[in-house]
């Protein structure tokens, strides 16, 4: 139903008639055609935009970013440059004349006349004053915004402050912390006796990794930011444990002008040993402020340490960036001139070891 049906007119129904020569030909047509509108593209390509061999087109089209617009387009600012002098409050956060710039990032160097790190960067201190000396350092910062701006607008500036190697930009954090007149250490993850279990990080110095492997990741670490004068240690009471591990990065710390600043937070470290061997500079750690977290636990910890400091006339403590660490600290610290001490940077009691082990 609805078909329409043939006449009879005696000629072979259209379906049963052998096909015509075009009909044969049309398929090789077509793809004649197609080949020639292929070579013909190909040739205006080749003659207006120049040939992959030759390597340089005749026409050159600009691609525009996805933010880029007809309009002229404004330039973001400048990231902070170490190619020139730059200091903060009048405190030194990067002097080119100390720093090498690698593949890697800005890396600490010896400058001229024997211009180091570890006393460019450096806080002052009265090297008159024969007071008991009591150095204070605060580590694990710059990992957390609102701790890290807590402790640097909280603490006063002898105290030391340590940073981590890790986030977007940790030198907005060292810039704030050089600004208000504080001492700066890089803390290097190091490998912890349960690593994995606890691990320091990316990059972290491993027992197991060869010597060039460690360094490699050393000058990753520092040069993640300028303006510290030393290096302490993120962890790591397995590689202080293991001279052959700790050697090679003191004495790399130290040909780039650097001091190392051992917690002793692990009574196997031998990185005294080491830093006599390298020739480095270093200073250990007399006691740990705030292994329990409490107010009157860090308090009694802070007499201890005036005591270490009369006895044997210095004493160095270390604290986290806990909220009731930093507060206990600060009310300490506003009292201790007044008990007889005198606060200054974990520099000033760093020396390169001869044998003697007190500043």
Same mark, same amino acid.
């Given at each position: 139903?609805?078909?329409?049906?043939?006449?009879?007119?005696?000629?072979?129904?259209?379906?049963m008639?052998?096909?015509?020569?075009?009909?044969?030909?049309?398929?090789?047509?077509?793809?004649?055609?197609?080949?020639?509108?292929?070579?013909?593209?190909?040739?205006?390509?080749?003659?207006?935009?120049?040939?992959?061999?030759?390597?340089?087109?005749?026409v050159?089209?600009?691609?525009?970013?996805?933010?880029?617009?007809?309009?002229?387009?404004?330039?973001?600012?400048?990231?902070?440059?170490?190619?020139?002098?730059?200091?903060?409050?009048?405190?030194?956060?990067?002097d080119?004349?100390l720093?090498?710039?690698?593949?890697?990032?800005?890396?600490?160097?010896r400058?001229?006349?024997?211009?180091?790190?570890?006393?460019?960067?450096?806080?002052?201190?009265?090297?008159?004053?024969?007071?008991?000396?009591?150095?204070?350092?605060?580590?694990?910062?710059?990992?957390?915004?609102?701790?890290?701006?807590?402790?640097?607008?909280?603490?006063p500036?002898?105290?030391?402050?340590?940073?981590?190697?890790?986030?977007?930009?940790?030198?907005?954090?060292?810039?704030?912390?050089?600004?208000?007149?504080?001492?700066?250490l890089?803390?290097?993850?190091m490998?912890?006796?349960?690593?994995?279990?606890?691990?320091?990080?990316?990059?972290?110095?491993?027992?197991?990794?060869?010597?060039?492997e460690?360094?490699?990741?050393?000058?990753?670490?520092?040069?993640?930011?300028?303006?510290?004068?030393?290096?302490?240690?993120?962890?790591?009471?397995?590689?202080?444990?293991?001279?052959?591990?700790?050697?090679?990065?003191?004495?790399?710390?130290?040909?780039?002008?650097?001091?190392?600043?051992?917690?002793?937070?692990?009574?196997?470290?031998?990185?005294?040993?080491? @830093? *006599?061997?390298?020739?480095? &500079? $270093?200073?250990? #750690?007399?006691?740990?402020?705030?292994? =329990? !977290?409490?107010? %009157?636990?860090?308090?009694?910890?802070?007499?201890r340490l005036?005591?270490? @400091? *009369?006895?044997?006339?210095? &004493? $160095?403590?270390t #604290?986290?960036?806990?909220?009731?660490? =930093? !507060?206990?600290? %600060?009310?300490?610290?506003?009292?201790?001139?007044?008990?007889?001490?005198?606060?200054?940077?974990v520099?000033?009691?760093?020396?390169?070891q001869?044998?003697?082990?007190?500043?």
């Amino acid at each position: 139903m609805g078909e329409t049906t043939p006449t009879n007119s005696g000629a072979a129904p259209a379906a049963m008639r052998p096909p015509g020569l075009l009909v044969q030909l049309r398929p090789v047509a077509y793809a004649f055609a197609t080949l020639w509108i292929s070579l013909t593209a190909g040739m205006i390509a080749v003659t207006t935009f120049g040939s992959a061999l030759d390597g340089v087109p005749a026409v050159s089209i600009p691609l525009l970013s996805e933010s880029s617009s007809t309009e002229e387009s404004v330039e973001p600012p400048p990231a902070k440059s170490f190619l020139g002098a730059r200091s903060l409050a009048g405190h030194l956060v990067a002097d080119p004349e100390l720093i090498e710039d690698s593949l890697e990032g800005p890396l600490p160097k010896r400058g001229p006349e024997g211009r180091e790190a570890r006393t460019a960067y450096a806080r002052p201190f009265d090297k008159n004053d024969n007071r008991p000396k009591i150095a204070i350092i605060v580590g694990g910062l710059g990992v957390g915004a609102s701790v890290t701006e807590t402790a640097i607008k909280t603490l006063p500036p002898a105290i030391t402050l340590g940073y981590v190697p890790f986030g977007g930009n940790p030198q907005i954090d060292v810039d704030r912390a050089r600004e208000t007149g504080h001492e700066v250490l890089l803390e290097v993850p190091m490998e912890p006796f349960d690593f994995p279990s606890s691990d320091p990080g990316p990059h972290a110095l491993l027992t197991g990794a060869p010597a060039e492997e460690n360094i490699k990741r050393f000058r990753w670490a520092l040069s993640r930011f300028t303006g510290y004068a030393g290096f302490t240690h993120l962890l790591g009471a397995r590689f202080l444990s293991e001279t052959s591990a700790i050697e090679p990065i003191l004495q790399e710390g130290a040909e780039r002008g650097l001091y190392f600043f051992d917690s002793g937070t692990s009574a196997r470290s031998l990185a005294l040993t080491a @830093a *006599r061997h390298a020739n480095a &500079a $270093i200073t250990t #750690g007399t006691l740990i402020l705030d292994e =329990v !977290l409490s107010a %009157a636990a860090i308090d009694d910890k802070l007499v201890r340490l005036e005591a270490q @400091a *009369r006895s044997n006339g210095f &004493a $160095i403590g270390t #604290g986290s960036p806990s909220p009731v660490t =930093v !507060l206990r600290i %600060a009310e300490w610290a506003a009292a201790a001139n007044e008990r007889g001490f005198h606060l200054v940077p974990v520099s000033a009691l760093a020396q390169k070891q001869n044998g003697a082990t007190s500043p």
